[in-house]
């Protein structure tokens, strides 16, 4: 089982940066896909970027490229989310997740999910 936890949300002004982590026990962690979704008041929840296990392979949201960076570090079964340039359309619920296949950008088809860390960019 793996319990995937977020953390690093907050409020930040347009422009500025965020970066979440996403963090959890065991082995089965580092050998996971790791994804990263968003939803916003009264919208479906939207795929952000996701990486491999290994880190060879990341994928992102058109929205997002550029501004954003999925890592991990899988000596300490981490995943950071570097947000930079935020906008006010940023402003959502971000969740971190896990497959154990390869990246996906569909909610769908991840098992194992966070509760999630509200990230706000005012304007």
């Known amino acids: 089982q793996v319990r995937p936890v977020e953390s690093g949300g907050g409020l930040v002004q347009f422009g500025g940066s965020l970066r979440l982590s996403c963090a959890a026990s065991?082995?089965?962690?580092?050998?996971?896909?790791v994804g990263w979704f968003r939803q916003a008041p009264g919208k479906e929840r939207e795929f952000v970027a996701a990486i491999s296990w290994n880190g060879v392979t990341t994928r992102y949201a058109d929205s997002v490229k550029g501004r954003f960076t999925i890592s991990r570090y899988n000596a300490k079964n981490t995943v950071s989310l570097q947000m930079n340039s935020l906008k006010p359309e940023d402003t959502a619920v971000y969740f971190c997740?896990?497959?154990?296949?390869?990246?996906?950008?569909?909610?769908?088809?991840?098992?194992?999910w966070g509760q999630g860390t509200q990230v706000t960019v005012s304007s």
């Open positions: 065991g082995r089965a962690f580092s050998e996971s896909t």
């Open positions: 997740a896990a497959r154990g296949g390869p990246t996906s950008t569909t909610a769908l088809e991840y098992n194992f």
